[in-house]
């Protein structure tokens, strides 16, 4: 159902602080599209999603029972999937149906999650990742076009971050050429697929391969779970929705189990192996890794959708900042807006120059995951584990980064900040699973140490190493390095923190092998170095790849925008730099008085920004039907739709609740 919401006038202090911007808003803008055609494109594609009014909902969804709103999201679901497909795709082209446009235009319907969002989201991109041309002419046509609907089902009860140890059984029948899919344990029920309880009737599995009574470890399969017509599971699946979760409401997580359940030898998907019609098992696959490739293509994405979840989260906190007002600074003179106070600064502005570090990153990494692809394609895998370093590393900072930010904003926003109707906690419960799914924050950085320990022995016996690490070279044997606190300096200081612990991180694993530990004891034991070094190499990609990006991108900008461009990209060194004072007094050179210096830097320039703060946010150019907030909409007119939200609580329905006759009365009466 549509709900009609009324048009206000623009508040005053937000009218005001637009009034103050010194920059052209559209350049930023064009600058976190990624150019003028890409905004025009996003302008386009929301258009159409939003001028329908099919997003809007006259009960919030948080109002509903998990039927209701499974139903919703499926509701609308089928409704943005038809306009994807039937308007979207054409204007993106078909081959961009991972567009982030398109993620991210999805938000106007829900506020939670789509139960289709891992249909596109994973199964499609699987299907294109692993399977050979056959097999893609088979299925790809169908899920693009949403005739099946697909899951991806990797995790188990028992097993998630150890893939090898997943216990799901893909045993292959010669006689029938077929693979017999079986659950043997109950910690080998597949766990937590989103959209596997009640809308997928495809799924792709992750099983260990027995063929000729070998078992050749994971591989992946795809499988038909329900009946097309009826949607009933097919004889020989058992599978259900999880339960109520922290967030992920709509998106019918699920479980599922197999009872000797028979699929075609077709349904492996044969790009980097195959069994042949015998049995005969053939790998042909340059990397053993390969069959993982759609969870680094997910870890890639998640780092732009990690901008775009703190650009939400910074929107509604500054807008709300500009209009509530609160405490007197000095007697008898009006409050001021809450965005005045250098500690409601210090919480917000980092944010919008986290989200501008992590959208310019992550164009980069795009960049370097489809050219390391291409490689692959052409049977060249040697970029392959840097690429699986930076992009763990990447999506664990990126995720554990902007979750503490989108805290920090729910802080800025005090009370109200608690409501539903901010979207604050919607966002935060949504990033909080980030941090978990698709390798959890210590597993993927763990990942990444084994990178750099390898690169760090390589960078001390005087071989060059791959360019994420290259600093290594200049840095592996030096002790401390000399602070500068120009942004080149500060950038080279993380580096060598950086190099330092990873350094610290390969002498405590000789020393404890030196002391009789075996090298995985040793590893084990040096394993919290081994996270932080690897959490120091990511900062130092961060800051290094960030400010190169800006300049780069805006060297053709006005002089204003270069400006605040740039103290973004000053402000988000300093803020770091001041959280890791003691790494720096560690690693270079820094007196307390540089310290002194940098804080009182980063001091001014939070009262330089705070002008264009409203302005810096509505350049991330987020429609109200987006951010879905009572405190960030673009009029700011927050008290009149906290008080309207408040109208929708199904307890306003009626001036009396039963319960009050039922209990409580007769409570007061003596009478229970
Ligand atoms: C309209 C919508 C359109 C589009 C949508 C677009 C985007 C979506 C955006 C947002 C998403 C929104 C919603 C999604 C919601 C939910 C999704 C959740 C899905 C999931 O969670 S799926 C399950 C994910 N599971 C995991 O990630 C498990 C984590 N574990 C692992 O990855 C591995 O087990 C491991 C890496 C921890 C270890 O693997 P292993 O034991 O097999 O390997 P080893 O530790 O022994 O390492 C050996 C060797 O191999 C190297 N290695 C490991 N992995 C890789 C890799 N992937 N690539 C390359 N190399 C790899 C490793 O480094 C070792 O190397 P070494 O040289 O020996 O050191
Ligand atoms: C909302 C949501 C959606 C999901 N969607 C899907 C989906 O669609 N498909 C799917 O297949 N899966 C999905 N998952 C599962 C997800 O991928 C896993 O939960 C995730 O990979 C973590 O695995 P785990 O739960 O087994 O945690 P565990 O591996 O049990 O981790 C528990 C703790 O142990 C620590 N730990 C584990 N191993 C190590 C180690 N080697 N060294 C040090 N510490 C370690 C971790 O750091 C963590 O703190 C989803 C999960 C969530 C929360």
Not at 149 to 162: C, D, N, S, V
Not at 459 to 484: F, H, I, Q
Request: contains cysteine; aromatic residues 8%.
């Amino acid at each position: 159902m549509k709900a009609n919401r009324p048009k206000r006038d623009v508040h005053p202090d937000l009218a005001r602080e637009r009034l103050k911007c010194n920059f052209n808003i559209e350049e930023v803008t064009n600058i976190i599209d990624g150019g003028k055609d890409k905004t025009l494109e996003r302008k386009k594609i929301e258009d159409i999603a939003l001028n329908n009014g099919a997003c809007l909902d006259e009960i919030p969804d948080e109002c509903l029972s998990i039927k209701e709103r499974y139903e919703n999201a499926i509701r609308k679901s089928c409704i943005y999937s038809n306009i994807v497909r039937n308007e979207m795709l054409e204007i993106t082209g078909m081959e961009n149906f991972e567009s982030p446009v398109l993620r991210r235009t999805a938000d106007a319907f829900f506020k939670d999650i789509s139960p289709f969002m891992l249909h596109l989201g994973m199964f499609v991109p699987t299907l294109i990742g692993q399977s050979t041309p056959e097999q893609m002419a088979e299925w790809l046509p169908k899920a693009l076009d949403m005739k099946i609907i697909g899951a991806y089902a990797q995790t188990e009860l028992g097993h998630g971050t150890f893939i090898r140890g997943l216990e799901t059984t893909a045993t292959y029948d010669p006689d029938k050429e077929e693979f017999v899919l079986h659950s043997p344990t109950i910690t080998s029920y597949k766990w937590w697929a989103g959209g596997l309880g009640k809308t997928a009737n495809h799924c792709v599995v992750m099983a260990q391969l027995y063929t000729q009574g070998e078992c050749h470890g994971t591989h992946l399969f795809i499988v038909q779970i329900r009946d097309l017509d009826t949607h009933m599971p097919l004889p020989g699946i058992k599978v259900g929705e999880i339960g109520p979760r922290m967030g992920f409401s709509s998106a019918d997580n699920g479980f599922l189990g197999f009872n000797s359940f028979r699929i075609p030898r077709q349904n492996m998907l044969m790009k980097h192996a195959k069994v042949e019609k015998d049995g005969c098992y053939v790998k042909s696959a340059k990397h053993g890794k390969l069959t993982y490739g759609t969870m680094v293509f997910i870890r890639v994405t998640l780092v732009s959708e990690m901008s775009f979840n703190l650009s939400k989260a910074a929107t509604i906190a500054i807008r709300y900042s500009a209009v509530r007002r609160q405490t007197e600074l000095r007697p008898n003179e009006p409050e001021p807006q809450i965005l005045d106070y250098p500690t409601q600064q210090h919480k917000l502005f980092i944010c919008i120059a986290t989200a501008h570090a992590f959208q310019l990153t992550s164009k980069w990494l795009w960049d370097t995951f489809q050219a390391v692809m291409a490689d692959v394609r052409k049977g060249n895998v040697d970029a392959l584990p840097e690429l699986h370093a930076l992009s763990s590393c990447l999506k664990a900072v990126s995720t554990s980064d902007a979750l503490s930010h989108i805290e920090q904003c729910r802080f800025a926003c005090g009370g109200h900040g608690y409501m539903l109707s901010s979207n604050l906690p919607f966002i935060y419960s949504f990033v909080a699973a980030t941090r978990t799914y698709e390798g959890d924050y210590t597993v993927l950085l763990l990942q990444t140490a084994r990178f750099l320990v390898k690169a760090w022995e390589q960078a001390e016996s005087g071989n060059n190493v791959t360019p994420t690490v290259a600093y290594l070279n200049r840095t592996a044997n030096t002790k401390r390095v000399v602070w500068d606190n120009t942004h080149e300096g500060i950038i080279q200081s993380f580096q060598a923190i950086a190099a330092g612990k990873i350094g610290q991180c390969v002498r405590s694993i000789r020393d404890r092998i030196k002391s009789g530990m075996d090298y995985e004891d040793a590893w084990l034991m040096t394993t919290v170095q081994l996270v932080a070094a690897a959490e120091a190499h990511c900062r130092a990609v961060l800051v290094n790849t960030y400010w190169n990006e800006m300049i780069r991108l805006t060297k053709s900008s006005s002089a204003n925008v270069k400006t605040v461009m740039h103290q973004l990209a000053v402000l988000y060194l300093m803020y770091w730099a001041l959280e890791k004072t003691g790494d720096l007094l560690k690693y270079s050179s820094v007196s307390k008085q540089d310290l002194d210096d940098l804080q009182r830097r980063y001091e001014e320039l939070l009262a330089a920004l705070r002008p264009n703060a409203v302005s810096l946010v509505d350049a991330f150019d987020l429609r109200d039907e987006i951010l879905h907030s009572s405190l960030g909409s673009y009029d700011g007119c927050v008290y009149e739709r906290l008080m309207e939200e408040a109208q929708k609580s199904p307890l306003n329905a009626e001036p009396v609740n039963p319960s009050f006759h039922k209990y409580i009365k007769p409570l007061m009466q003596g009478k229970l």
